[in-house]
């Protein structure tokens, strides 16, 4: 064991009672490294938590990656695109992409005794489509085998779409579709409500079979509104992107209709734009953390120093060299900062379950998408935060601990 290791043990463990500056001192830089690593903790979880989810949800409805006619994407208007078997194979051949489904869109109304409400039918089929997302947010009924090649009519509705109405799971309903003049009439039974909280999408989004979507609109069997691509990983969705766009963007189907792509990203820009602007939060509240962490630690070594001037001039009386010296208090202060760290790991990482497990701390799903606090515990990142903690809080010791330069043998053992 070095010379400064062994002394910064030997002072840090020292109990005497007569350091009564040095020890409160060393509590509160204690506590300060603790606290703010336990706000950083908590912080970059809650943010992770948040962002995954509230994407998570998003993509639920879009998915990653669509395909679908360049006059529906980059208009207001439903156009239909010639999809088969082959084109899908074609898609999820595409290195990176996970999953391809159909969907075709209809819109329409929903109407009882009471009530009316616009809505958008989203036809899918269970036999391609991915209803995971579904079957997480149903809080009523079941999904329905929705399928491609007949129709059910049965329908999955949202909770605020069956609140306004006053339907529940199980209820009939009608529903009436406006086509060149031409009004339609069908009768679906309420399968399933789901509640996702993102009212962007709860206000409007029913889920139909792909047939009654495709029929409603009066196309033929191989033609929808588009494929949703969902990528391995979403890291890479602007490689998958471009690789989409070379194989598919500006080819035509067999009627003649131009296919175009665009991302989750692009199809809901504000939502992912205010997501982004979380990090920005993160990265302030890291660094005033740091900040709080460092401004304590250097107060508390200063204090330390000075207590221990009589300590500092016997041993360079002995022959021990500034450096030397300076690496006892630095040693000193990773000691105070590791007690700290481990007490604000706990800390952090005690919140962040006790959220997981009980969810707590509600918010308000109107104005923030979810009904809890989202937490998401990643440990690379918080081995990051230990490691930037403790790299930072003794970094900022190096140019204080020069202050035992100034300190004179002759005068230091007269100081007490």
């Not at 999955?156 to 609140?163: E, G, L, N, P, R």
């Not at 009608?174 to 962007?200: C, H, K, M, P, W």
């Not at 010296?325 to 000193?332: D, V």
């Not at 962040?352 to 497990?357: D, K, N, P, S, Y």
Request: proline share 3%.
């Amino acid at each position: 064991m070095s010379l400064p290791l062994f002394i910064a043990r030997r002072i840090y463990y020292d109990r005497a009672k007569d350091r009564k500056v040095s020890r409160p001192a060393v509590q509160i830089a204690t506590i300060g490294v603790a606290v703010g690593l336990a706000v950083m903790i908590v912080s970059v979880s809650v943010v992770f938590g948040f962002k995954h989810t509230i994407r998570d949800k998003v993509i639920g409805f879009g998915s990653h990656i669509t395909v679908a006619n360049f006059k529906s994407l980059h208009g207001s208007e439903q156009h239909p695109v010639c999809i088969p078997d082959s084109m899908a194979g074609c898609l999820v051949a595409i290195d990176g992409v996970k999953h391809v489904q159909r969907y075709a869109l209809k819109q329409g109304l929903l109407k009882t005794d009471r009530d009316f409400l616009g809505v958008m039918f989203k036809g899918i089929a269970c036999s391609e489509y991915d209803t995971t997302f579904i079957h997480n947010n149903i809080i009523e009924g079941s999904i329905p085998d929705f399928s491609s090649r007949k129709g059910s009519n049965k329908i999955v509705i949202s909770k605020i779409i069956a609140d306004k109405l006053g339907i529940h799971a199980g209820d009939k309903i009608y529903a009436y579709f406006i086509n060149d003049a031409d009004v339609r009439a069908r009768r679906f039974n309420v399968s399933g409500i789901y509640e996702t909280n993102l009212a962007q999408f709860d206000n409007s989004v029913c889920f139909v079979d792909l047939y009654t979507a495709v029929k409603l609109n009066g196309w033929d069997n191989c033609r929808v509104s588009g494929a949703e691509l969902t990528v391995k990983d979403f890291d890479n969705l602007p490689a998958v992107e471009n690789a989409v766009i070379d194989k598919v963007n500006r080819t035509e189907d067999r009627y003649g209709e131009i296919f175009s792509s665009m991302t989750v990203q692009d199809m809901y820009p504000q939502i992912f734009s205010w997501l982004d602007l979380l990090d920005l939060n993160v990265w302030i509240i890291l660094v005033l953390m740091l900040c709080v962490a460092g401004f304590t630690m250097v107060s508390g070594l200063l204090i330390i120093i000075l207590e221990r001037t009589n300590m500092i001039g016997i041993l360079k009386s002995l022959g021990c060299r500034n450096k030397t010296i300076r690496h006892i208090f630095i040693w000193f202060s990773v000691f105070i900062i590791g007690r700290g760290m481990l007490i604000g790991n706990a800390i952090g990482v005690g919140l962040i379950a006790l959220q997981h497990f009980t969810g707590l701390i509600k918010l308000d799903p109107s104005t923030y998408y979810v009904s809890v606090v989202p937490v998401e515990f990643n440990v690379m990142f918080i081995i990051i935060l230990n490691v930037v903690t403790l790299l930072a809080s003794v970094f900022v010791l190096i140019a204080p601990s020069y202050i035992v330069s100034h300190i004179h043998p002759a005068k230091s053992m007269k100081y007490e």
